[in-house]
Protein backbone atom coordinates (compact mmCIF):
# COMPACT_ATOMS: atom_id res chain seq x y z
CA UNK A 1 0.00 0.00 0.00
CA UNK A 2 1.06 3.22 -1.01
CA UNK A 3 1.25 5.74 1.34
CA UNK A 4 1.30 9.40 -0.15
CA UNK A 5 4.50 11.24 0.41
CA UNK A 6 4.67 14.46 1.22
CA UNK A 7 6.62 16.38 -1.09
CA UNK A 8 8.77 19.19 -1.00
CA UNK A 9 6.77 21.41 -3.56
CA UNK A 10 3.34 21.16 -1.34
CA UNK A 11 5.57 21.89 1.91
CA UNK A 12 6.96 25.02 0.52
CA UNK A 13 2.99 25.88 -0.52
CA UNK A 14 1.78 26.28 3.37
CA UNK A 15 4.34 29.20 4.11
CA UNK A 16 3.77 31.00 1.22
CA UNK A 17 -0.35 31.15 2.12
CA UNK A 18 0.78 32.74 5.37
CA UNK A 19 2.84 35.07 3.88
CA UNK A 20 0.57 36.44 1.55
CA UNK A 21 -2.15 36.43 4.84
CA UNK A 22 0.79 38.84 6.56
CA UNK A 23 1.07 41.13 3.56
CA UNK A 24 -2.41 41.46 3.52
CA UNK A 25 -3.37 42.01 6.78
CA UNK A 26 -0.31 44.35 7.18
CA UNK A 27 -1.20 46.30 4.31
CA UNK A 28 -5.26 46.90 5.10
CA UNK A 29 -3.54 47.83 8.89
CA UNK A 30 -1.56 50.36 6.92
CA UNK A 31 -4.15 51.75 4.65
CA UNK A 32 -6.08 52.14 7.57
CA UNK A 33 -4.27 54.23 9.76
CA UNK A 34 -3.08 56.28 6.98
CA UNK A 35 -6.66 57.12 5.84
CA UNK A 36 -7.42 59.86 7.71
CA UNK A 37 -4.06 62.04 7.44
CA UNK A 38 -4.61 61.68 3.72
CA UNK A 39 -8.14 62.58 4.31
CA UNK A 40 -6.57 65.50 6.32
CA UNK A 41 -4.72 66.69 3.37
CA UNK A 42 -6.85 66.23 0.78
CA UNK A 43 -9.38 68.59 3.03
CA UNK A 44 -6.30 71.00 3.27
CA UNK A 45 -6.12 71.25 -0.42
CA UNK A 46 -9.59 71.59 -0.99
CA UNK A 47 -9.75 74.15 1.77
CA UNK A 48 -6.99 76.27 0.41
CA UNK A 49 -8.13 76.05 -3.56
CA UNK A 50 -11.62 77.86 -2.06
CA UNK A 51 -9.15 80.42 0.06
CA UNK A 52 -7.43 81.09 -3.18
CA UNK A 53 -10.60 81.34 -5.03
CA UNK A 54 -12.19 83.76 -2.97
CA UNK A 55 -8.91 86.05 -2.24
CA UNK A 56 -8.92 86.27 -6.39
CA UNK A 57 -12.36 87.34 -6.41
CA UNK A 58 -11.75 90.50 -3.81
CA UNK A 59 -9.00 91.45 -5.50
CA UNK A 60 -11.22 92.19 -8.15
CA UNK A 61 -13.24 94.68 -6.17
CA UNK A 62 -12.26 98.15 -5.50
CA UNK A 63 -10.20 99.14 -2.39
CA UNK A 64 -11.59 101.98 -0.27
CA UNK A 65 -8.75 104.38 -0.15
CA UNK A 66 -7.35 105.83 3.27
CA UNK A 67 -7.99 109.15 4.49
CA UNK A 68 -4.13 111.29 4.29
CA UNK A 69 -5.30 113.93 6.26
CA UNK A 70 -8.61 115.35 8.18
CA UNK A 71 -9.00 118.91 7.54
CA UNK A 72 -11.30 121.76 8.44
CA UNK A 73 -13.38 122.99 5.51
CA UNK A 74 -13.32 127.22 4.53
CA UNK A 75 -16.26 128.22 2.29
CA UNK A 76 -15.90 131.69 0.30
CA UNK A 77 -17.60 135.00 1.89
CA UNK A 78 -18.07 137.58 0.15
CA UNK A 79 -17.60 141.31 1.74
CA UNK A 80 -17.69 144.58 0.45
CA UNK A 81 -13.59 145.51 0.88
CA UNK A 82 -11.94 149.30 0.35
CA UNK A 83 -10.21 149.85 -2.88
CA UNK A 84 -6.87 151.16 -1.82
CA UNK A 85 -3.90 152.87 -3.60
CA UNK A 86 -0.61 151.77 -2.30
CA UNK A 87 2.15 154.08 -1.93
CA UNK A 88 5.72 154.84 0.05
CA UNK A 89 7.14 158.03 1.50
CA UNK A 90 8.71 160.09 4.46
CA UNK A 91 7.10 161.07 7.61
CA UNK A 92 8.21 164.91 8.56
CA UNK A 93 7.41 167.38 10.41
CA UNK A 94 4.80 169.65 8.98
CA UNK A 95 6.65 173.01 9.75
CA UNK A 96 9.91 172.87 11.30
CA UNK A 97 10.81 175.96 13.30
CA UNK A 98 14.99 176.91 13.67
CA UNK A 99 15.63 179.22 16.20
CA UNK A 100 18.86 180.74 16.81
CA UNK A 101 20.15 183.22 18.45
CA UNK A 102 19.78 187.57 17.57
CA UNK A 103 22.47 188.28 19.65
CA UNK A 104 26.18 189.24 18.71
CA UNK A 105 28.73 187.46 21.11
CA UNK A 106 26.29 186.61 23.99
CA UNK A 107 27.17 184.09 26.18
CA UNK A 108 24.64 181.33 27.29
CA UNK A 109 24.27 180.97 30.97
CA UNK A 110 21.20 178.36 31.28
CA UNK A 111 19.56 175.78 28.77
CA UNK A 112 16.08 175.07 30.31
CA UNK A 113 14.74 172.66 27.65
CA UNK A 114 16.08 169.40 25.85
CA UNK A 115 15.07 167.00 23.23
CA UNK A 116 11.56 165.87 23.15
CA UNK A 117 10.14 168.44 25.80
CA UNK A 118 6.78 169.71 24.55
CA UNK A 119 6.87 173.63 24.50
CA UNK A 120 4.21 176.65 24.58
CA UNK A 121 4.22 179.60 22.64
CA UNK A 122 6.75 182.31 24.57
CA UNK A 123 8.41 179.61 26.59
CA UNK A 124 11.63 180.25 28.13
CA UNK A 125 14.21 178.21 26.58
CA UNK A 126 18.17 179.55 26.97
CA UNK A 127 19.31 182.76 28.28
CA UNK A 128 22.47 184.54 27.98
CA UNK A 129 24.36 186.64 30.03
CA UNK A 130 22.87 190.08 30.17
CA UNK A 131 24.89 192.24 32.15
CA UNK A 132 26.19 193.94 29.74
CA UNK A 133 22.80 194.82 27.97
CA UNK A 134 21.17 195.92 31.05
CA UNK A 135 24.57 198.55 31.47
CA UNK A 136 23.67 199.59 27.92
CA UNK A 137 20.08 200.43 28.26
CA UNK A 138 20.45 202.48 31.57
CA UNK A 139 22.72 204.86 30.08
CA UNK A 140 20.89 204.99 26.64
CA UNK A 141 17.86 205.85 29.07
CA UNK A 142 20.02 208.86 30.54
CA UNK A 143 20.49 209.68 27.30
CA UNK A 144 16.96 209.90 26.76
CA UNK A 145 16.31 211.95 29.97
CA UNK A 146 18.45 214.45 29.20
CA UNK A 147 17.57 214.76 25.21
CA UNK A 148 14.31 215.36 26.99
CA UNK A 149 15.14 218.26 29.21
CA UNK A 150 17.00 220.04 26.33
CA UNK A 151 14.23 219.84 24.41
CA UNK A 152 11.93 221.25 26.92
CA UNK A 153 15.02 224.33 27.14
CA UNK A 154 14.49 224.45 23.14
CA UNK A 155 10.53 225.01 23.40
CA UNK A 156 10.81 227.53 25.98
CA UNK A 157 13.05 229.33 23.99
CA UNK A 158 11.04 228.93 20.85
CA UNK A 159 7.71 230.08 22.32
CA UNK A 160 9.36 233.49 23.71
CA UNK A 161 10.73 233.98 20.13
CA UNK A 162 7.54 233.58 18.32
CA UNK A 163 6.29 235.94 21.10
CA UNK A 164 8.89 239.13 20.30
CA UNK A 165 8.67 237.95 16.27
CA UNK A 166 6.60 241.28 15.57
CA UNK A 167 8.31 243.23 17.93
CA UNK A 168 11.36 243.87 16.11
CA UNK A 169 13.12 243.16 19.25
CA UNK A 170 14.98 239.88 18.01
CA UNK A 171 16.26 239.59 14.50
CA UNK A 172 15.00 237.11 12.19
CA UNK A 173 18.03 235.38 12.44
CA UNK A 174 17.97 234.74 16.00
CA UNK A 175 14.22 233.64 16.04
CA UNK A 176 15.32 231.17 12.83
CA UNK A 177 17.87 229.49 15.94
CA UNK A 178 15.45 229.28 18.59
CA UNK A 179 12.79 227.65 16.11
CA UNK A 180 15.91 225.21 14.66
CA UNK A 181 16.79 224.80 17.97
CA UNK A 182 13.65 223.06 19.08
CA UNK A 183 13.40 220.87 16.41
CA UNK A 184 16.78 219.64 16.93
CA UNK A 185 15.98 218.81 20.56
CA UNK A 186 12.99 217.07 19.64
CA UNK A 187 15.25 214.85 16.80
CA UNK A 188 17.54 214.08 19.51
CA UNK A 189 14.27 212.73 22.17
CA UNK A 190 13.72 210.49 19.22
CA UNK A 191 16.79 209.41 18.50
CA UNK A 192 17.43 209.09 22.32
CA UNK A 193 14.48 207.07 22.75
CA UNK A 194 15.03 204.97 19.49
CA UNK A 195 18.38 203.92 20.80
CA UNK A 196 17.00 202.52 24.27
CA UNK A 197 14.58 201.02 22.21
CA UNK A 198 17.26 199.20 20.40
CA UNK A 199 18.88 198.15 23.58
CA UNK A 200 15.96 196.85 25.44
CA UNK A 201 15.69 194.63 22.49
CA UNK A 202 19.03 193.31 22.55
CA UNK A 203 18.31 192.89 26.27
CA UNK A 204 15.26 190.57 25.25
CA UNK A 205 17.73 188.68 22.87
CA UNK A 206 19.06 187.67 25.96
CA UNK A 207 15.98 185.33 26.00
CA UNK A 208 15.55 182.79 23.74
CA UNK A 209 11.63 181.70 23.75
CA UNK A 210 9.60 179.66 22.03
CA UNK A 211 8.06 181.29 18.53
CA UNK A 212 4.62 178.52 18.84
CA UNK A 213 3.83 175.48 20.80
CA UNK A 214 5.75 172.27 19.57
CA UNK A 215 7.74 169.73 20.37
CA UNK A 216 11.71 170.29 20.51
CA UNK A 217 13.38 168.54 18.03
CA UNK A 218 17.11 169.10 17.98
CA UNK A 219 19.43 171.31 20.18
CA UNK A 220 22.61 172.51 19.63
CA UNK A 221 23.33 174.93 22.40
CA UNK A 222 25.65 174.44 24.91
CA UNK A 223 25.89 176.14 28.01
CA UNK A 224 29.07 178.68 28.25
CA UNK A 225 29.26 178.80 24.19
CA UNK A 226 29.32 182.51 23.12
CA UNK A 227 27.20 181.86 19.66
CA UNK A 228 26.74 184.35 16.69
CA UNK A 229 23.97 186.49 15.18
CA UNK A 230 21.82 183.67 13.20
CA UNK A 231 23.45 180.74 14.73
CA UNK A 232 21.25 177.54 15.68
CA UNK A 233 19.99 176.76 19.38
CA UNK A 234 16.84 174.51 18.89
CA UNK A 235 14.61 173.04 15.89
CA UNK A 236 10.67 173.00 16.77
CA UNK A 237 8.09 170.66 15.05
CA UNK A 238 5.21 173.13 14.97
CA UNK A 239 2.62 172.71 16.72
CA UNK A 240 3.89 168.82 17.06
CA UNK A 241 2.10 168.07 13.71
CA UNK A 242 3.51 165.40 11.51
CA UNK A 243 2.61 164.79 8.10
CA UNK A 244 3.81 162.05 5.45
CA UNK A 245 4.30 162.83 1.77
CA UNK A 246 3.26 160.15 -0.30
CA UNK A 247 5.02 159.82 -3.91
CA UNK A 248 2.40 158.69 -6.12
CA UNK A 249 2.98 158.24 -9.79
CA UNK A 250 1.81 160.11 -12.22
CA UNK A 251 -1.16 157.60 -14.02
CA UNK A 252 -2.27 157.11 -10.08
CA UNK A 253 -2.47 160.78 -9.19
CA UNK A 254 -5.88 161.16 -10.99
CA UNK A 255 -7.20 158.91 -8.40
CA UNK A 256 -6.24 160.61 -5.37
CA UNK A 257 -7.98 164.22 -4.19
CA UNK A 258 -7.57 166.06 -1.03
CA UNK A 259 -9.91 164.78 1.79
CA UNK A 260 -9.34 160.80 0.77
CA UNK A 261 -8.36 158.88 4.41
CA UNK A 262 -5.14 157.34 4.37
CA UNK A 263 -3.60 154.82 6.31
CA UNK A 264 0.05 154.57 7.51
CA UNK A 265 1.81 151.29 8.35
CA UNK A 266 5.04 152.50 10.28
CA UNK A 267 8.47 150.16 10.13
CA UNK A 268 7.38 148.56 13.11
CA UNK A 269 3.54 147.46 11.93
CA UNK A 270 1.64 150.51 14.07
CA UNK A 271 -0.63 152.15 11.87
CA UNK A 272 -1.27 155.80 11.53
CA UNK A 273 -4.42 157.15 10.11
CA UNK A 274 -4.26 160.44 8.27
CA UNK A 275 -5.90 162.66 5.79
CA UNK A 276 -4.88 164.30 2.10
CA UNK A 277 -4.65 167.75 2.79
CA UNK A 278 -3.49 168.71 -0.51
CA UNK A 279 -1.30 167.71 -3.63
CA UNK A 280 1.77 168.82 -5.30
CA UNK A 281 0.97 171.02 -8.08
CA UNK A 282 4.47 170.07 -10.61
CA UNK A 283 5.81 166.21 -11.07
CA UNK A 284 9.11 165.58 -10.29
CA UNK A 285 11.01 165.24 -13.80
CA UNK A 286 13.53 162.68 -12.11
CA UNK A 287 11.30 160.27 -10.33
CA UNK A 288 8.27 161.24 -12.49
CA UNK A 289 6.30 160.48 -8.83
CA UNK A 290 4.12 163.43 -7.04
CA UNK A 291 3.49 164.35 -3.79
CA UNK A 292 0.38 163.53 -1.65
CA UNK A 293 0.46 165.71 1.78
CA UNK A 294 -1.28 163.65 4.18
CA UNK A 295 -1.62 165.36 7.64
CA UNK A 296 -1.50 162.58 10.26
CA UNK A 297 -3.16 162.13 13.40
CA UNK A 298 -1.70 162.62 16.96
CA UNK A 299 0.83 159.08 17.38
CA UNK A 300 3.77 158.14 19.29
CA UNK A 301 4.37 155.70 16.65
CA UNK A 302 5.24 157.93 14.01
CA UNK A 303 8.35 160.19 13.92
CA UNK A 304 9.66 162.26 11.33
CA UNK A 305 12.17 161.26 9.18
CA UNK A 306 10.52 157.37 9.03
CA UNK A 307 9.85 155.84 5.55
CA UNK A 308 6.32 154.61 5.57
CA UNK A 309 3.97 152.82 3.70
CA UNK A 310 0.67 154.24 2.96
CA UNK A 311 -2.87 153.18 1.18
CA UNK A 312 -5.50 155.61 -0.19
CA UNK A 313 -9.19 154.83 0.66
CA UNK A 314 -10.48 155.41 -2.77
CA UNK A 315 -14.13 153.59 -2.95
CA UNK A 316 -15.04 150.09 -1.79
CA UNK A 317 -16.17 147.18 -3.42
CA UNK A 318 -17.51 143.51 -3.15
CA UNK A 319 -14.93 140.82 -2.76
CA UNK A 320 -14.79 136.69 -2.15
CA UNK A 321 -12.54 136.02 0.11
CA UNK A 322 -11.08 132.89 2.00
CA UNK A 323 -8.25 132.61 5.17
CA UNK A 324 -4.90 133.03 4.12
CA UNK A 325 -4.21 129.79 5.37
CA UNK A 326 -5.91 127.79 3.03
CA UNK A 327 -3.65 129.59 -0.26
CA UNK A 328 -0.75 127.91 -1.01
CA UNK A 329 2.24 129.03 -3.06
CA UNK A 330 3.72 126.80 -5.90
CA UNK A 331 5.88 127.16 -8.56
CA UNK A 332 5.25 131.10 -8.44
CA UNK A 333 1.74 130.72 -8.48
CA UNK A 334 -1.43 130.23 -5.52
CA UNK A 335 -3.31 127.53 -5.13
CA UNK A 336 -6.44 126.04 -3.22
CA UNK A 337 -7.40 122.46 -2.68
CA UNK A 338 -11.47 122.10 -3.60
CA UNK A 339 -12.79 119.60 -1.27
CA UNK A 340 -15.41 117.46 -3.70
CA UNK A 341 -18.03 115.27 -2.51
CA UNK A 342 -16.58 112.46 -2.44
CA UNK A 343 -13.68 113.81 0.24
CA UNK A 344 -11.10 113.99 -2.55
CA UNK A 345 -8.98 117.28 -3.19
CA UNK A 346 -8.66 119.02 -6.42
CA UNK A 347 -5.95 121.49 -7.24
CA UNK A 348 -7.19 125.08 -8.48
CA UNK A 349 -5.01 127.80 -9.57
CA UNK A 350 -6.24 131.39 -7.91
CA UNK A 351 -5.61 134.93 -8.46
CA UNK A 352 -5.39 136.72 -5.63
CA UNK A 353 -5.74 140.64 -4.93
CA UNK A 354 -6.26 143.11 -1.82
CA UNK A 355 -5.90 141.76 2.00
CA UNK A 356 -7.71 142.84 5.04
CA UNK A 357 -6.27 140.90 8.20
CA UNK A 358 -6.25 137.57 7.50
CA UNK A 359 -8.36 137.37 4.99
CA UNK A 360 -7.74 137.20 1.10
CA UNK A 361 -9.72 138.18 -1.90
CA UNK A 362 -10.17 135.28 -4.53
CA UNK A 363 -10.19 137.19 -7.86
CA UNK A 364 -10.17 134.52 -10.58
CA UNK A 365 -10.38 130.28 -9.83
CA UNK A 366 -13.35 130.26 -7.33
CA UNK A 367 -17.32 129.66 -7.00
CA UNK A 368 -19.22 130.63 -3.67
CA UNK A 369 -20.40 127.27 -2.21
CA UNK A 370 -17.33 125.56 -2.46
CA UNK A 371 -15.75 124.00 -0.57
CA UNK A 372 -11.77 124.41 0.37
CA UNK A 373 -9.23 122.89 2.60
CA UNK A 374 -8.66 125.68 5.43
CA UNK A 375 -5.10 124.71 6.29
CA UNK A 376 -2.30 121.92 5.58
CA UNK A 377 -3.03 122.34 1.79
CA UNK A 378 0.79 122.26 1.05
CA UNK A 379 0.63 119.09 2.58
CA UNK A 380 -1.87 117.52 -0.45
CA UNK A 381 -1.35 117.09 -3.77
CA UNK A 382 -4.25 116.23 -6.76
CA UNK A 383 -6.41 113.22 -6.15
CA UNK A 384 -5.96 113.17 -2.50
CA UNK A 385 -8.57 111.70 -0.02
CA UNK A 386 -9.24 113.31 3.48
CA UNK A 387 -11.23 113.24 6.55
CA UNK A 388 -13.14 116.09 6.58
CA UNK A 389 -14.01 117.10 10.60
CA UNK A 390 -16.83 117.92 12.15
CA UNK A 391 -17.95 121.59 11.48
CA UNK A 392 -17.19 124.30 14.51
CA UNK A 393 -18.69 127.26 14.57
CA UNK A 394 -16.99 129.22 12.46
CA UNK A 395 -15.89 133.33 13.99
CA UNK A 396 -17.25 135.84 11.67
CA UNK A 397 -15.29 137.28 9.21
CA UNK A 398 -12.95 139.96 8.91
CA UNK A 399 -14.75 143.02 9.12
CA UNK A 400 -13.71 146.91 7.16
CA UNK A 401 -13.76 149.61 9.97
CA UNK A 402 -14.25 152.87 9.03
CA UNK A 403 -11.40 154.93 8.69
CA UNK A 404 -11.04 157.40 11.90
CA UNK A 405 -11.37 161.35 11.11
CA UNK A 406 -8.22 163.26 11.35
CA UNK A 407 -7.52 165.56 13.87
Same mark, same amino acid.
Given at each position: MNHPTNSPSKHRSVPLQFSTLFVAVSASLLLVACGPKEGAKANSASDGGSAAAASAKNSNAPA??????? @?DIAKPQSSEWPIRLSANGNIVAWQEAIIGSEGNGLRLTDIRVNVGDVVKKGQVLATFAADTSRADLALLEANVAEAEANVAEAEANAARARTL???????????????????????????AKAQAQSSQLRLAFTRIVAPDDGVISARTATVGSVV???????????????????????????? @?????????????GETVEGKVRTLAPTVDPQTRNAIAYVDLVKSNAAKPGMFAKGEFNLSNSKAIHLPQTAIVARDGFSFVMRVEPSNKVTQL????????????????????????????????TEGDTVRVAPAATAPPAAAVKPAKKAE
Open positions: TARPVLT @VQDSGALSAQQINQYLTAEKTAAARVRAGTGQELFRLIRQSRLEWRGEVTASELPK @VSAGQRVVITTPSKIQTGRRVGDRVEIKEGIKEGESFVASGAAFL
